[in-house]
C-alpha cells in the first residue's frame, strides 16, 4: 500500500496535474451549460468519456515519464506497483465521471428513472475508456502532443456536437438504458483486453524524450536561413540590432514556416464551413507562434547581449508574431470570403456543413491576443510553459465560449471584435511591453529545463 | 584579494530561492590576471555565484560588479569580454558544430580562428555533426571552444571538465595554462575534481552553504595546513603530542600522522625534538586542504 501511495503522491504535488484537470472540468463545464449540447442524446456521455480518456492520458503519461527513468528499472515489483495506480487512479476517475453522468441525466426527462440501472453499465464504459487513455498516454504519445491535445480539444469537441462520435454516443446511451448487462459485459470484456495489453506493454522512452532526442531535425540552407545570418553577420559588432537579427536567425519561426503556411492552406480551405472555431483559431495563431518558441531572454548559450538587447529582441519578435498573425489571419479570412459563393455544402450525418463569410472585424482578434499572449509569457512563461499554455487556452476558452450568445446577437461576431476589443490593444500593448521589461531587467535569466514539465508545490 | 582595478568586485551579495538561501552576504574580489579556484560541496552556492558575476541572476541584497559595470547592466561591449561555460552544457542542437562556431564567432570581433581549428583538430569535433547527436563529453569540449575563441579577459568555468574522460581532461588543463600565460586574463573554474585544479589555479575561494568559508593564494593556503607524520626516535610516542592548531590526527605506538594549522616548520622541528621523534613534513594536497577547510 505504501508504493501505492508514493505513486499516487506523484500526482497530488504537480500543480501542472490539477491545472490540466481545472481546464479539464471547465472545458467539461462550458460544453455542458453553456452550449446546446445538454439537449443532445448522448451528449454528457460523450463529453464525459472524453474526460476519462484525457484524465487517463495525464496519468499514464506521468507513470511512463517515471517507469522511463533508470532508477526505477531497479525498484522491485514496479510493473506491479503501477497497474495498481492505474487501477486506483481509474476507479477514482470513473466512479466521478459516472456520477457526473448520472447527475447530469436527472434533466434528461426520457431517461428518468433508469438511473440506478445505468450506473454500473456506465462505470464500465469510463473504465474501458479510461484504461485506453492510459494505454495511450503510456506508451504512444508525449508531452508535446499533449499540448496539442488540448488545443484541438475544443475543435473537435464543437464541432463534433452534431457529429457522428455524439450520435454513436446517444446509441451508446440508448444500449445503456436497453441492454445495461450486455453494455458490462462488452465494457468488462473491452478493459479486460486493455488491461492485459497493458501488461505486456514495453516500458520504452515516451515520446518526450523521442521528440528531444529529434531536436536536430531544422535545416539550416534555406534562402531565409542564409539571408538572416548575412544581415546577422554584417551588422557591426557592437551595434543595437546585431542580437535581434542573431535571434531572429535563431527562432523556429524561421525553420517551420514551410510547415506552418501548409497547415494553414489546409485549414483556409475549411474556414468557410467553421462555425465558432473559426474565432478560436484566430487567436490561437499568435498563441501557436508565441508558444512554439518562447521569446528570446532566456538564451541557451551565453553570446555578447545583455538585458536591453534581450527585450529589444523579445519585442521585435513579438511584434513579428503581431504582423504575421494579422498578415495569415487576413489571408484566411480573404480566401475563405472568395470561396462561400463556389464552396458546396456539405453533408455528414447530422452534420452539415454550410460555408458561411467571415466577418472582416475578426481580423482584431490576432491584433488584441498577441499582445495578451506576451503578457502571459512575460508572467507565467519564463518558470512555466505549461501553466503559460494552459493559461493561455482557459482564455481562450473564456472567450469561444460565449458563443451562443454571439450568435444571439444580431451581427454574429466574437466579443473581442467590437469596440472594447478594438480599444484594449494599445493598453495590452504597453502592459505587455512593461512586464516584459520587468521580467528581463530585474529577474534572474536562468530557467531549470526541468521547470517546464515538473513544476513543484 | 584585493587590487586597485578588480574583474569582478562583490560586496554582501545574498540570494534566496524559496526557502533555499543559495549564497548569504559573500564578498569576493577577484583581480585581474588570478586564476581563481572556487570550491565547494554541491549546493554551496558556486554556480549562483558565478551566474550573478555575469549578469543572469540579480542579488537581493548586495551588489556584484563585473569589469566595472553593475553585472545585471553589462553591455555587449562588456560581455564581450567574458567567456562562460556552464555546468548544463546547453548548446544549441539543431545546429552542426561548424555552424554553432561560426554563428557564435559572429558576435566576437576577436575571434581567433587559428585557435578554433587547433581547438577543433585537437578535441577531434566532428563539426558536420548536429550539436544534438554529440556525446556529452564532445558537447563540453565544444562549449569550452565558444568561451575560449574570442580569448575573453575574463574566463568563466563553471563545472567544464565534469563530462570529460581523463585524456580531455588533460587536453583541457593544457589548454588552460595556455590561456594564463596572458597576464591580463583571469579565470574562475569551478570544479569538483580538486586533483586537476590544484594544477592551475593560484587562489582558492572555499565555499560552504552559501558562504566564503575561505579565500586566500594556493600558496599560503598550503603554507597554512600541513602534514606531519612523526616517527618515535626510541621507544612508544608520548600519550600526549604537545602540538599547536592539530586538526587530525592519526596514530599507532610508533607513529601518527598530524593535520597542523599555522605551524611553521621550525615550529614543527621544534616540538616533535621535544617528544623526541623525528618530523616528516608534508603539503596538503587541495583536496584535504578542501576537506579541512569545509569540516
Known sequence: MRVLIANLKLYSLRVWFWCACAALGMVTHAFLFWGRLIDEDGAALAILMLDALVLGFL?????????????????PGRRRAMHRVFLATGVIVCVMMSWLYIVFFEWHIALQGALTAMHLPALAVFFAVHLLGVIGGF??????????????????????????????????????????????????????????????????????EALEGDSSTRTTSSRLDRALFHRFSRCGH???WKHVWGMLYLTQLNANWRLMLVALLVVTALFCYMGMTRAMLLVFVPLMLIGNDGLPVHWQLFPAGGRRERYRAAMVLLLLVWIISVVLSAGMIGIANLLVPVAPSIEIGRLALVPKPVDVRYLWMPLLITPVAGLGWALLHERRTLLFILAMTLLSFLGVFTAPLWEAMPVAVPPLTNGYGLAGI??????????????????????KRSSNWEVRR | MSSEHPMVDIRGLSKRFGKVQALNG???????GRIIGLLGANGAGKSTLLRHIIGLYLPDRGQCTTLGVEAGKLSPAELARIGYVHQEGELIDWMTAAQLLRYVSVYYPTWNKELEDRLVSEYEISLKARVGSLSPGQRQRLAIMLAVCFEPELLILDE????????????????????IQDQNRTIVISSHILSDVEKVIDHAVIMKAGKIVADAGFDELREKYSRVRLTALSGPLPETLDFANVLECKRNESEATLTVADLSPDQIEAAATKINCQADIQPLPLEDIYRVVVA
Open chain 1, 59 to 75: 496519468i499514464g503519461t506521468k507513470q511512463a515519464l517515471l517507469a522511463t527513468r533508470p532508477f526505477v528499472f531497479c525498484l
Open chain 1, 139 to 208: 506508451t504512444l504519445l508525449g508531452w508535446g502532443l499533449l499540448v496539442v491535445f488540448f488545443l484541438v480539444l475544443p475543435f473537435v469537441g464543437y464541432e463534433s456536437a452534431t457529429g457522428p462520435y455524439f450520435t454513436a454516443c446517444a446509441g451508446l446511451e440508448r444500449m445503456l438504458v436497453q441492454h445495461p448487462a450486455g453494455v458490462v459485459a462488452g465494457a468488462a470484456v473491452a478493459a479486460g483486453v486493455v488491461w492485459l495489453g497493458l501488461i505486456h506493454v514495453p516500458i520504452v522512452p515516451p515520446a518526450k
Open chain 1, 238 to 240: 557592437l551595434r543595437p
Open chain 1, 426 to 447: 494599445v493598453p495590452a500593448w504597453i502592459l505587455c511591453a512593461g512586464a516584459l521589461h520587468r521580467v528581463v531587467t530585474r529577474r534572474d535569466l536562468v530557467r
Open chain 2, 26 to 32: 559573500v564578498n569576493l574580489t577577484i583581480a585581474r
Open chain 2, 160 to 179: 567544464p571538465a565534469a563530462a570529460l574522460d581523463p585524456l580531455a581532461r588533460a587536453q583541457f588543463l593544457d589548454l588552460l595554462l595556455q590561456l
